[in-house]
């Protein structure tokens, strides 16, 4: 007889046992089905005999799975697995913040906007349409985006913006990813009005690997901003330097009681004693990383960007731009009422880069004293967590001291051991002579009042292509797969080391003839699956600051951190390798070097840059582009047919004429759309 076994018939138990200390699963996306991953076994009619014929088919069976589990294509019934649908649509919608109101760009007339809740292994369709006139992209910050680069999100580089009425699907799937994410608009500032929370729980049947939370609350950190963020930017590259800084940190779209006209609205939770809470927080801010914490309450953080931690306890955490948090809060104090609130961790001097200095907060208060508060609410104090001081670098050093990665059937570890691909860069300021502040000719704010500020690595600063006809992606797909009418070239050539090698660190600077950077489009090229070790290298030019990096598409082991220069020689030997934690965004040193490591097993062209808005609108930005393997599941899907195509205006988001006199003159009759928040 011939007996078929498909995975997709199995207990969901089994499959969890053997592929225990491997997660990865087949795309749902590959090619391969459950048709294909039937196999059989003629047994000649004595299956059923019993005996040794029995436990031969059960050993046999046994082999087959190990040795799918080794070679990584276990695939776990695509029952579990659900497709989650979603709407967004850009548009302007009104808000009143600080007693100011002002019409901001939002999806579904929400700030933030609305959760993307999903398990692990969901599918998830997102159709993005743009009603504004402004060009859109919507990024899945920390989704891998296995073989759908196309959905990455990332203007110019992965796709064409979305103009006015467009509309594109982004569809990809969260294989073998939970945790907390978010999404929010990449191109322009818009992403400090166009963010919400991408909230992943465990498989179904599967629960948390820590105490099951009672409840579960999102808390996006963001920026409310009196002006037009727009005006805000076009103003600061105008001037060539310092930008206008946010009117107020948010909790879920709202500063809170600290701040005037903002009380009423403001975040209010409720607990109840001895029950425990799983926060689930992001920074969305554009500049500036938060101290977060609730006042008397330790948090046990379990998941840093999405990835499981060895647990640590702590009563502040600190986050950057762009990363997220997971952390379990316990109510166990006496009862009554506690600011959940968040502060700005800011390195420079304040007088050049200063920061918004009252906290956001949100309250919590528990169940049971409701009734007492009702009676004298005047009466209630409200204690405030207490947070180190903005510039503390060494609770920095600390508090990263603490992240270690956990070894569990939930998450396997896969550090390289070996480097197939060094890429040495330096990250940090540089000037701009070539354009001499043209073409406005402002650049009263730039160094020495003359010379304005960028962003490099490896002292080029990135310039976004402004194509008229595709995305780099699109460029690199169609050329790779051999389509002669794609004449445009890809610059290939970014250097693997520093163009000019000093004291990046030293008390002595460069003179300032070498601080001017060059403009340039440049790609390193990555091989598929080689390791890839990247050192991020502060520099002094200018000032130093701890530079948020994000790599998309993929996560990294932070292997090794240090203070002043990276020494090839010695640093290696100080690196963890066993235990190291999974980011998908981590800042530099200020005065120092970082060092990461991943396996390049995710074709795509991948935005490697600053988290800090103001620095990646200064190009401290690059791009690497890993080509695809020549196995299953080792390429790019076929590129979408929604796919938009570059209209003929292009990349207008960084040549904006300033508006010097940033009022807003639309209509600001019309009520707030919408409060909710999400948790
Ligand atoms: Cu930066």
Redesign the pocket.
Known sequence: MRVFICFELLPRVIILKLSAGNRTRQSKFSSGSCDTMKFSIHLNGMYFAGGIYRQLFVLLFLVFCIHLSTNRVVRAGTSGITTRRYNFVVNYATFTRLNHTKRMIVVNGQFPGPAIRANEDDIVIVNVTNLVAAPVTIHWHGVKQIRTCWADGVPYITMCPLQQNQSFSHRFQLLNQTGTMWYHAHISWLRASVHGPIVLRPRKFESFPFTSPKREITIMIGEWWNNDVEDVLAYALARGGRYNISDAITLNGQPGFLYNHSSKDALKVKVTHGETYLLRVVNACLNFGMFFGVANHSLKVVQLDSAYVKPFTVNTVLIAPGQTLDALLTANRASGRYYMAASPYSVPDPQYVPFPEIPATARMEYEESSYEIERSSSEIVTYMPTFPSPNDSNYRHKFDDLQKSINTTYQTLDVPETVDKHLFFT??YGLDKSSSCHPFKTCVDGYDGQYRVV?SVNNISFVTPNTTSKSLLEIAYLRDHGNASVTSALDLDFPSQPTMTFNYTGSTRLPLSQWFSKHATKLSVINYNASVQIILQNTNIVQF?????HLHGYSFYIVGRGNGNYDPDSSPATFNLVDPPLRNTFGVPHRGWLALRFRADNPGVWLFH???E???SWG?ETVLYVKEGTGTNQTLEAPPSDLPACASSENTSKKKEPTVSITISEDITKPEISKEVPH
């Open positions: 990250v940090g962003g600051e701890t530079h948020p990096f600053c988290h800090f103001i620095h990646t401290m």
